[in-house]
């Protein structure tokens, strides 16, 4: 076949909230005939269609492609070949997963000799994946299977029980900032965030701040909440009394390169950003460590800038705490 003559389509349609999941437009124009061959693709893993959703997906395909001589075929695509609702739908095959790794099978078997290889590998190493992730033929998903079946409360519990990623990092974490000789109380940590004063700051900083456990006005935080594959250091100013948040944004802001970023509840400067994909580093302790370790340098370097603006007025921080704790 001539690639060249083939277009695929993912995710196609003009609405953004119904679109085929796979389109693929050949040009098959012979002589004076001109038309394409259109494959429409949905595939439905554990999920139901929406009504009339196919009827849609093939009255779109029909409109765009109108051609006298072209010509459509759906398939609709399951694990196991059954369609997930009883409405009729004339003009779609199905499809299983099954019927995916014969075929697939069949163009190995046949036409192997004329690929290169790393095509052929990549044919063979997704119809593994097929027959192991999704089919779950080979023995050992088999035995999985019937090991859930038997004690599926139990497995039910787990996984609803289990400890996200960021709990998973959180005691790495606060080992290495407590290693590099800071202090990171338990009780001032957040999912996805790990808080740290230097002993000197810990002794100083008034505990009249909103929004944190340990209730401190100011800390150094480590961002890693979210879905993004990065992580932060800042210097954070936490909501709370307002008086205060005054005075350290003052102090703080007058030092060099203190770029700030101010919501409506938190005050942060000097952020230190750095890849962090927590999906790998929760398995891997020594990975998280040295991840961390690359980064101590510029993170050390911003918490000894500001320690030493913030104790150039340790008496006016002293008094801050003092005050607003006896109230």
């Not at 019927?99 to 997704?126: P, T």
């Not at 790990?194 to 002794?203: I, R």
């Amino acid at each position: 076949m001539d690639l060249s003559r083939v277009v695929v389509h993912r995710e196609w349609g003009g609405d953004s909230k119904k679109r085929v999941d796979l389109l693929m437009v050949i040009d098959h124009t012979y002589g004076s005939q001109e038309g394409n061959l259109v494959i429409c693709i949905e595939n439905k893993v554990d999920s139901r269609d929406r009504e009339n959703q196919l009827d849609y997906y093939a009255g779109e395909v029909h409109d765009r492609y109108s051609g006298e001589h072209d010509r459509h075929l759906f398939y609709y695509l399951t694990p196991d070949g059954e369609r997930y609702q009883n409405e009729a739908q004339n003009d779609w095959r199905l499809l299983s997963y099954r019927d995916v790794i014969d075929l697939l099978d069949r163009l190995l078997d046949l036409g192997k000799a004329s690929m290169s290889y790393q095509v052929a590998q990549y044919i063979s190493d997704y119809r593994s994946i097929l027959k192991q992730e999704i089919t779950m033929n080979d023995e050992s998903n088999v035995l999985a299977r019937k090991i859930y079946q038997t004690h599926r409360e139990l497995f039910d519990f787990i996984l609803d029980h289990k400890l996200s990623f960021e709990e998973q990092l959180m005691p790495g974490l606060l080992d290495v900032i407590r290693e590099w000789g800071y202090v990171a109380h338990d009780k001032s940590q957040g999912k996805g965030y790990a808080h740290f004063l230097t002993p000197a700051l810990d002794e100083l900083v008034p505990r009249r701040g909103k929004g944190i456990p340990g209730r401190e006005s100011f800390v150094f935080e480590l961002d890693f909440y979210g879905d993004k594959k990065y992580a932060l250091c800042k210097a954070l100013i936490t909501d709370g009394d307002p008086e205060i948040r005054e005075q350290l944004a003052e102090w703080i802001k007058l030092l060099p390169g203190a770029e700030t970023a101010t919501g409506k509840k938190w005050i942060t400067y000097f952020k230190v950003r750095w890849n962090f994909d927590k999906e790998k580093l929760a398995s891997d302790p020594q990975a998280l460590r040295a991840n961390l370790e690359e980064q101590k340098e510029a993170i050390m370097a911003m918490v000894s800038k500001v320690e030493t603006c913030l104790l150039a007025h340790k008496d006016e921080l002293l008094q801050m705490r003092t005050r607003k704790e006896k109230k």
